[in-house]
């Protein structure tokens, strides 16, 4: 099992950008895929990113693709969301992810553990 604290949320107005951290301990990152799910008020929780295990592959909602960016530093534990050319749409509670396997998909259900969540703001 894995803890992970997300960082680096906040109000911004709408074409700004921010970059989100998941710092993880209690693991070993590399040995982790991780992704990115968001919740806005009213709806039910979405996928954003995911990363594969040390790096390898990335993949996007497409709400989010060419937007966002997903990376990761093993040194350091963290997995980096970089959101650019934010739209009020993307005002959410950003939640970060992992599971102990190769690869993880975008089901919510196929992570086993969880960050506390962090809010993101857009105004228009």
């Known amino acids: 099992q894995v803890q992970l604290v997300e960082s680096g949320g906040g109000l911004v107005q709408a074409g700004g950008s921010l970059r989100l951290s998941c710092a993880a301990s209690?693991?070993?990152?590399?040995?982790?895929?991780m992704g990115w799910f968001r919740q806005a008020p009213g709806l039910e929780r979405e996928f954003v990113a995911r990363i594969g295990r040390s790096g390898l592959s990335t993949y996007y909602a497409d709400s989010v693709n060419g937007r966002f960016t997903i990376s990761g530093d093993n040194a350091k534990n963290t997995v980096y969301l970089q959101l650019n050319s934010l739209e009020p749409k993307d005002t959410a509670v950003y939640y970060c992810?992992?599971?102990?396997?190769?690869?993880?998909?975008?089901?919510?259900?196929?992570?086993?553990?969880w960050g506390q969540g962090i809010q993101v703001t857009v105004s228009s």
């Open positions: 992810a992992a599971v102990n396997q190769l690869f993880a998909g975008v089901r919510s259900s196929d992570y086993t553990d």
């Open positions: 209690g693991g070993t990152s590399s040995r982790y895929s």
